[in-house]
DNA sequence: TCTGGGGTCCTAGGACCC
DNA sequence: TCTGGGGTCCTAGGACCC
């Protein structure tokens, strides 16, 4: 019999900093947003002493901080992308179908004769994964990813793995459980489901009335309505190629000059280029924008636009162009800007493109993009790109408190004294 | 002073076709 | 009084996720 596993790392970003730092095991730890403008995750010694709120601004938390002596950190995403490679690796020697769904979780599926040998595997995964990359994860087994999910969130009060597979044990979490707390119910939705009474997972299950269901949550909500009675919609998937890919920053100060912005979304299309180049991909559409401090009081300004490539492409030189080419139409004088952000839509496999057959210049500068990748890839990123994206790059984002590399820089590694 | 970034999917409604 | 019917494709916007 086929059931699934997902398993989901613990404070994903606060582990990975805790794994080369043993000193700060059971202390308190948060991780920052970009620009170290926001709290983003948090260890359960930190939200013991009152921090968890997702997204609450660094610089009302910094008393607290200092009180509990918090260690914080930036956040360090090429660190932590490669702990999650790690992790995923150990998860795929237990199945050859892995589903990584995010960065810090992943659907696995397991083939048992019996449901009792279902918790020992999960222990299993457990144990691996600490041993091999020092990472803690919880897991929860069962029938669908929606229940997989509730499993989940129970298992950490079950010494971090849940099985959930008969329908008494079904019923039992899903009476305690609230339909907000539900994968993929959020809070319009739970009370979108309030008004029809129904307030918990086993109500929703049990709800006869299939077509309202459907009225009030769209497709989307009857699915997951069947999901929590064990029947599957969601099949695991093979990782695919992105549909949309983007990059966006905000800025370290209000930037206020054309020529700044230029810079940045030079930068911003050049990272979302690569991106699409290392998935072997080319886009036809581009979008960017560019907008004012919303938390500011004063005017507020949101320019948005996009252009269609006439001719797909993944070429960093017509990207930049077309981001430069919205920025011509969005750019309005007297605002101080605090975001900005490229987007590329319309993507399909390089090799599947179209080529438009009035084009006046159908080939991209692939060479040239191929030389850019190698160096970048040798030399590390960003050794080598346009001269539109700036130099100093005085608008970029503050890191304070950013650690070590440790895994993906050799000036980084850990230091070892004798 | 300081408030994240990167995605997915669904639907309604407009534009267009014959 | 009364103004086709049936279909496809595309996009903006909403909702949700981590």
């Not at 979108?192 to 997972?201: F, P």
């Not at 009857?222 to 800025?251: A, P, Y």
């Not at 050794?383 to 608008?395: D, L, V």
């Amino acid at each position: 019999m086929k059931y699934m596993a997902l398993v989901d790392c613990n404070s994903f970003y606060c582990s990975c900093e805790k794994i080369f730092r043993p000193d700060l095991r059971n202390k308190p730890v948060i991780v920052l947003s970009n620009n170290d403008g926001a709290a983003i995750a948090f260890t359960k010694e930190a939200k013991a002493v009152g921090f968890g709120q997702m997204c609450e601004a660094y610089f009302k938390l910094k008393d607290k901080v200092k009180q509990h002596n918090v260690a914080v950190f930036s956040s360090n995403y090429a660190f932590y992308d490669d702990i999650s490679k790690r992790v995923m690796n150990v998860l795929r020697a237990f199945s050859p179908n892995v589903e990584v769904y995010s960065v810090d979780e992943a659907f696995v599926e397991i083939e048992v004769d019996d449901i009792s040998q279902l918790e020992p595997i999960g222990r299993r995964m457990r144990s691996e994964i600490m041993r091999q990359v020092g990472m803690p994860v919880g897991v929860g087994i069962s029938k669908t990813k929606v229940l997989c999910k509730v499993a989940n969130k129970l298992s950490k009060k079950h010494n971090g793995v849940k099985v959930l597979v008969t329908e008494k044990d079904i019923d039992d979490a899903l009476r305690e459980f609230p339909t907000r707390d539900i994968w993929g119910i959020g809070s319009r939705s739970a009370s979108k489901l309030h008004l029809i009474n129904i307030k918990t997972a086993l109500e929703m299950k049990n709800f006869k009335d299939d077509k309202l269901i459907q009225k009030v949550l769209t497709k989307v909500g009857r699915e997951i309505q069947d999901e929590l009675r064990g029947i599957h919609c969601l099949n695991m998937e093979n990782v695919e190629d992105k549909k949309n890919t983007g990059n966006s920053r905000s800025f370290g100060y209000d930037v206020r000059t054309k020529r700044e912005l230029r810079e940045a979304l030079a930068q911003f299309a050049t990272n979302s280029a690569a991106k699409l180049r290392s998935q072997n991909s080319v886009c036809y559409g581009l979008s960017a924008y560019i907008h004012t401090n919303p938390f500011k009081p004063g005017p507020q300004y949101f320019g948005e636009d996009h252009v269609r490539f006439s001719s797909a492409t993944s070429d960093v030189i017509k990207i930049i162009a077309g981001a430069h080419e919205v920025l011509e139409n969005i750019y309005r004088t007297g605002y101080g800007y605090k975001k900005g952000g490229v987007l590329l839509s319309h993507i399909v496999p390089a090799n599947q493109a179209q080529v438009d057959l009035f084009c006046e210049d159908p080939t991209d500068n692939n060479e040239v993009n191929k030389v850019i990748d190698m160096i970048n890839k040798k030399y590390g990123p960003q050794t080598i790109k346009s001269a539109a994206c700036g130099i100093g790059q005085p608008w970029k984002t503050i890191h304070d408190y950013k650690s070590h590399h440790y895994t993906t820089d050799w000036n980084d590694l850990m230091k070892v004294e004798l």
